[in-house]
């Protein structure tokens, strides 16, 4: 199995070059629940884009497009949407709406303004800028990690630790950092020498996925599956990857992002401990610390 992925692997570099450099995903939440989409969000303008059928699908609308008028369709319990390629103006139920942006074609794909879709169906929208999110709808953001681009920021004065147990016996467990609902972060030592170990939630590294590499439809464990992208991201962009992979890449990012976070967060929490910096709060996305709220 392991030959075969790597076999992926170098199949693959030969018809792509370029150095992976982790970049700002946007992350997209429907009532409290993480919507994975076919390409990733794209922001133009201001506006993030989606495509089309994955956005219009999961708010239970009923999607239709004509190629020959390049007219996108939808209905759902009265409600009926209609948009053109290229187009600002739109319709809901026979009223014309101004698009902040036209729908349009992007590698194959059409991707239309998020706002407009999800606010035509009724659905409240918020943008979290922090942590480059867009929130549709109600319910808080549980079971998935929330913050993986932006400047996450960490209040110190908000962590504290307790007693790990079993296998982590030995080691403290942070408590009150922002992962909580995606890991738990344990460490041992001080701000001069210290350990980090990462336990993620809701993995089973036995699980056996079914996805396709190349072409080739193959059975593995979701371990040996992050064990190729562990190699093929040094190799190929993330917009590459999730557009080949989709919502199995983006989970191992998710959790990638997680795991290099908590080691920074540790070390800035041990160094407050043990007073080697005043500060209140940092970004560990820059580590910028930042002093405005310091005594």
Not at 29 to 48: A, C, K
Not at 103 to 122: C, D, H, S, Y
Not at 148 to 170: I, K, R, Y
Not at 191 to 202: A, E, F, I, N
Request: hydrophobic share 35%.
């Amino acid at each position: 199995m392991k030959k075969k992925l790597m076999c992926a692997i170098l199949a693959f570099s030969i018809l792509v070059s370029g150095v992976h450099v982790f970049g700002s995903e946007i992350l997209v939440f429907l009532n409290g629940q993480r919507l994975y989409t076919s390409s990733s969000p794209v922001i133009e303008d201001g506006t993030v884009m989606v495509p089309f059928r994955d956005i219009f699908e999961a708010l239970g609308i009923e999607v239709e497009y004509n190629d020959s008028t390049k007219t996108i369709t939808g209905s759902k319990d009265g409600l009926d949407i209609s948009i053109t390629i290229g187009n600002t103006e739109g319709y809901v139920n026979g009223q014309k709406k101004e698009l902040s942006k036209p729908p349009q074609i992007v590698n194959g794909r059409t991707l239309v303004p998020l706002r407009f879709a999800a606010e035509a169906a009724g659905y409240p929208v918020e943008w979290d800028n922090v942590n480059k999110r867009v929130v549709i709808g109600t319910g808080s953001i549980k079971g998935d990690i929330a913050l993986s681009s932006g400047s996450l920021v960490v209040n110190l004065s908000q962590l504290s630790e307790t007693d790990g147990t079993g296998e982590f016996a030995g080691f403290k467990k942070l408590v009150g950092h922002p992962y909580e609902d995606a890991a738990e972060i344990y460490f041992k030592g001080n701000s001069g020498s210290y350990q980090v170990s990462t336990r993620l939630l809701d993995y089973n590294p036995n699980q056996l996925v079914t996805w396709k590499v190349e072409g080739e439809t193959l059975t593995n464990k979701l371990c040996d599956i992050y064990e190729y992208f562990d190699v093929a991201s040094r190799l190929y962009s993330s917009a590459e990857l999730t557009d080949n992979y989709g919502s199995l890449y983006s989970v191992w990012l998710h959790r990638r992002l997680v795991e290099t976070d908590a080691g920074r967060i540790v070390s800035k929490y041990l160094d407050n401990k043990d007073g080697v910096v005043y500060i209140d709060r940092f970004s560990t996305r820059d580590i910028k610390v930042d002093f405005s709220d310091a005594e």
